[in-house]
């Protein structure tokens, strides 16, 4: 969702509300509230039999006695209904003590994650007071927390280096029971906000729901793989969720996004990743090139999902992934200078960068469409390369070193139409073992091209048009790293006859031939027909030394570029127009 919740620490917090609440249920109908260490405010007290200041009092002296001080426990209401078994708290949050968080960290025994959480309501039903008072076990019917706030504060203390025991509270609230059971824990409208201090960033997410199924909390279910967190069933939901690239360059929006631990399924609905600005003001932020994108996915899904790895460890492993009709658009203006590219931007060395270990054993893509446009201020026009229809599968997406060692190719292979006409097939193999070299091999295949179709391209992005010719087939093969690659390639055309072009200056988006060095061109370097009469199919190989300030997709499309001039007969100087 952006950013890492410690879920676990929250959902314990929580439950440690839970038990202060059922704990003073007892103490109510027992009568065991009557001890030195607190003093209840009975001046808003109804009645001399009214108990509800000293329930509210006694919650405060557990919260401060359970956080040593740390926290502190506001309360509007509470409202025990003994007849029912049953308490409800209302308006009611738990806030650090600024004084003790000063002192802690004097003695550097502060934990990281320090957290405020308001509720609107929260209410506990089914307490059975015969095993309360039996038993060392909580046994609860429902758990209903309406409009919880959870904001979490992190900051990074150096001297945390093994870190703190986060679950002192816990512990100390929970010795007096082995076992906690509820049937079933509802959170509605809840709003999670997460400060990291350190890097002066936060970020919300609002209307989140959670239901929870058969919680169980004892001294075997922190590591029982069939739940999450302690639960045989859960469900979350959250609506209309929006967040900001690092840079601010870009709004990511989530329509909604649903877990599912019924399924250990996760789903993302209508995910949009947008500029924003616009294209002039987004240009106007850079001295150099830099491209433009928009991104929409109906329908993202993962399937597998380890939970237990998830929450406990903060590795997302999945075993199937699906994405549907998804769209992608880039949008390049060449009137700026190139930049430098860092040469760490292989699609499986920026995978090796994100922080969370992460595997997908399969990734399915449905129906995706990708347009590529680009201006050329030589030419004064716009180019659009577009393939739809595009089907196919990643396989072994991993950073994780364990899973590498078992397997360290990942592979991408997909068809597609290119320019909504030819079918188009391409692989990607990466070599995760050696992401740091960025070794990669590729392979291309396309077919039945004719200038109808090529000249919108090669007009205004490569600075030629084909006056005339067909090409029947076209294949590649090529290898290679961060600092170079290597290819075979083999263009079956017939007919061939290429015009070179350049901008009308007097009328805007129209070009003129350069006929006499067309003429030349074709008549002396370009090799009309492949393969020649009587001859055998040429098929190539074509070598390049990479360049700073290309990307790797640019790196494979003027690797193939070369390739394709050095089939036609035409110098590999001539790619250099090409972007």
Not at 40 to 63: E, Y
Not at 128 to 149: G, R, Y
Not at 467 to 496: M, P, R, S
Request: with cysteine.
């Amino acid at each position: 969702m952006g950013f890492k919740y410690p879920v676990k620490k929250i959902y314990t917090i929580l439950i440690i509300v839970v038990a202060i609440i059922a704990g003073l249920y007892v103490a109510v109908r027992y009568g065991f509230l009557r001890t030195k260490d607190y003093k209840p405010d009975n001046s808003n007290a109804k009645s001399a039999l009214d108990l509800r200041p000293a329930i509210i009092a006694k919650m405060q002296q557990l919260v401060k006695d359970g956080s040593s001080g740390l926290y502190r426990l506001s309360v509007e209401q509470v409202e025990p209904h003994l007849a029912s078994s049953s308490v409800q708290i209302i308006h009611a949050s738990i806030i650090p003590d600024f004084a003790k968080i000063k002192k802690l960290d004097g003695l550097q025994q502060l934990p990281e994650d320090i957290f405020k959480i308001s509720f609107a309501t929260l209410q506990v039903e089914g307490i059975n007071m015969d095993d309360l008072l039996s038993t060392d076990e909580l046994l609860l019917s429902k758990v209903s927390i309406s409009k919880p706030v959870i904001e979490v504060y992190h900051q990074k203390r150096n001297y945390n280096k093994s870190g703190l025991d986060t679950l002192t509270l816990y512990q100390k609230l929970f010795k007096s029971f082995k076992i906690i059971a509820v049937d079933k824990i509802e959170i509605t409208d809840g709003t999670f906000i997460s400060h990291d201090i350190t890097k002066g960033k936060r970020n919300q997410v609002d209307h989140v729901a959670l239901t929870m199924n058969d919680v169980l909390i004892d001294s075997s279910t922190q590591h029982d793989k069939t739940r999450k967190l302690f639960a045989k069933k859960l469900d979350l939901t959250v609506k209309n969720y929006t967040a900001r690239s690092p840079d601010n360059l870009y709004s990511i929006q989530f329509g909604s996004i649903n877990i599912s631990g019924v399924e250990d399924k996760f789903t993302a609905l209508n995910v949009e990743i947008h500029p924003t600005l616009d294209k002039q003001q987004f240009q106007k932020q850079f001295t150099t090139r830099m491209e433009i994108f928009n991104i929409s996915m109906p329908l993202i899904s993962l399937k597998g999902i380890d939970w237990w790895l998830l929450f406990n460890e903060g590795a997302l492993t999945a075993n199937e992934a699906l994405m549907e009709n998804s769209r992608c658009s880039v949008y390049l203006n060449r009137t700026l200078p190139f930049r430098k590219v860092k040469q760490n931007n292989f699609p499986h060395q920026m995978l090796m960068e994100i922080p969370v270990p992460i595997t997908i054993s399969k990734l399915n893509m449905r129906n995706a469409q990708l347009t590529y446009t680009e201006f050329n201020p030589a030419m004064g026009k716009t180019g659009n390369i577009i393939v739809d229809k595009m089907n196919g599968q990643m396989t072994n997406i991993t950073n994780m070193p364990e899973r590498i060692r078992q397997n360290k190719t990942m592979t991408i292979n997909s068809h597609g139409m290119f320019m909504r006409r030819i079918p188009l097939t391409v692989g990607f193999q990466f070599n995760l073992a050696k992401y740091k070299t960025g070794d990669f091999s590729m392979n291309l295949q396309i077919k039945n091209i004719d200038s109808s179709i090529l000249n919108p391209i090669t007009v205004p992005l490569a600075e030629f048009m084909i006056k005339k010719g067909t090409i029947q087939k076209g294949t590649a093969n090529v290898t290679g790293n961060n600092f170079k690659t290597h290819g075979k390639g083999e263009l079956l055309y017939k007919d061939l006859y290429l015009v070179a072009v350049k901008k009308n200056a007097d009328k805007p988006g129209n070009v003129d031939k350069k006929s006499t060095l067309s003429f030349l061109a074709n008549t002396v370097l370009i090799k009309n027909n492949n393969p020649s009469k009587d001859e055998a199919p040429r098929r190539v190989d074509f070598d390049f030394t990479r360049e700073p300030k290309l990307t790797f997709f640019s790196l494979v499309w003027k690797t193939i570029f070369i390739g394709i001039l050095k089939t036609i007969g035409l110098p590999e100087s001539f790619a250099d127009k090409s972007y």
